[in-house]
């Protein structure tokens, strides 16, 4: 239901843009999120966007390099990452929460998508 693309290989700096395509029931009227889980490590979460798009979170380790946004005539969301670090190296998952909005618990989304693999190189 939830299908995540874009990941890659990158040097420290470079720029990826992950995308996020889900099934229109999954997305619609529901807040999306972006996790990460490197080896070893827990699951953390990344970023937040709300139905409406008007509301964004991230975590504090991203904030001023990533960006959030989605398309809501797609069933689509996005997360822009700028500025990549060897730590953000990780495989990153998309998931649809179980309200309109977003949250930084992974025990509020629904659904989960299979990963993307970000690998960034220094």
């Known amino acids: 239901q939830l299908q995540a693309s874009g990941g890659g290989l990158v040097q420290t700096g470079g720029s990826l843009r992950l995308s996020c395509t889900a099934s229109?029931?999954?997305?619609?009227?529901?807040?999306m999120g972006w996790f990460r889980q490197a080896p070893g490590k827990e699951r953390e979460f990344v970023a937040g966007?709300?139905?409406?798009?008007?509301?964004?979170i991230y975590a504090d380790s991203v904030k001023g390099r990533f960006t959030i946004s989605r398309d809501n005539a797609k069933n689509t969301v996005y997360l822009q990452m700028n500025s990549l670090e060897p730590e953000d190296t990780a495989n990153y998952y998309c998931?649809?929460?179980?309200?309109?909005?977003?949250?930084?618990?992974?025990?509020?989304?629904?659904?989960w998508g299979q990963g993307t693999q970000v690998t960034v190189s220094s």
């Open positions: 998931a649809a929460a179980r309200s309109a909005v977003s949250s930084r618990d992974g025990r509020d989304y629904r659904y």
């Open positions: 229109r029931r999954t997305f619609s009227n529901n807040g």
């Open positions: 966007i709300s139905w409406r798009g008007d509301t964004t």
